[in-house]
């Protein structure tokens, strides 16, 4: 067999293996594809079949996890729960040995949830209270707080993808570093994600660590899934609808409360105005100037 035709099986071999990974890049073929003879045309055939085959298995990837997790995530009506089944559908999604979320309050991401399967790490929600400090979106000069990843991303509104955090440059992962000296953990990959609301202001951020090979289990990058794009979406949309509700009921039992006051205060005028109590008061201070 000449030696373009026995390359063109290897690489078409690869590329069948890639879409049954449901890893199929078009890249994978490019170079044949540019091919004039029945190789490219071949080629171009296999192509247009894998990414048809792909675009399936998202859409049915999407009906079997998505739509039941969409569902999901609006019917929760226990914050706490809600939080943990963001996070822990998400680990699933993406083959994550751990996750984090948290919830902007004020200037600061609050620590809500925090797993991690290999440490036994259950925080926050049904688990351990957590201990861990907020992380301030500014620093005490006020300028921005871009060196942690989760406090750049709740800033900029920016996803940031990194396959290895040692050997990332931009980011302090001095703290991730401790962490896995205490433990003896290795954290090396990250997809930190923004949350935003309906008016896309950022409400949290959902932060992914340790992508796991599915065969293998070792640890490899994060890759872009439309699968967790739909998740991000609905998990943001869920958490926006509670906490404006719950800002809502916040509201409404202050305004009880006011309305408590101003009725109380009322009826203590309409009692203090009336002759009977002006006459107890009169009576009470003669009692008072006959005991002195």
Known sequence: MPSNERDFIIKLIEAARAVSAGEYRKELLDELMLAPDEIGNLARVFDSTARN???????????????????????EKNFNRLLETVVVESQKLTNADGGT??????????FVILRNTSLKIKMGGSGA??????????????????SNVASYVALTH??????????????DFSGTKAFDARTGYRSQSFLTIPLEGKENQVIGVLQLINAQDAETGQITSFSSDDVLEALVMLASAALDGYIREEKLRQEIAQLRIEIDHTRRAKQVAEITDTQYFQKLQDQAREMRKKRE
């Open 53 to 75: 085959v792909s675009a399936r298995d998202r859409q049915l990837k999407m009906l079997r996890i998505v739509i039941p997790m969409g569902v999901a995530l609006s019917a």
């Open 158 to 171: 920016e996803r940031i993808n990194i396959a290895d955090a040692y050997q990332a440059e931009g980011f």
């Open 101 to 110: 979320l948290y919830l902007l309050e004020g200037d600061q991401l609050k």
């Open 129 to 146: 209270p957590i201990t861990f400090d907020p992380i301030p979106l500014h620093k005490a000069d006020g300028t921005p707080n871009e």
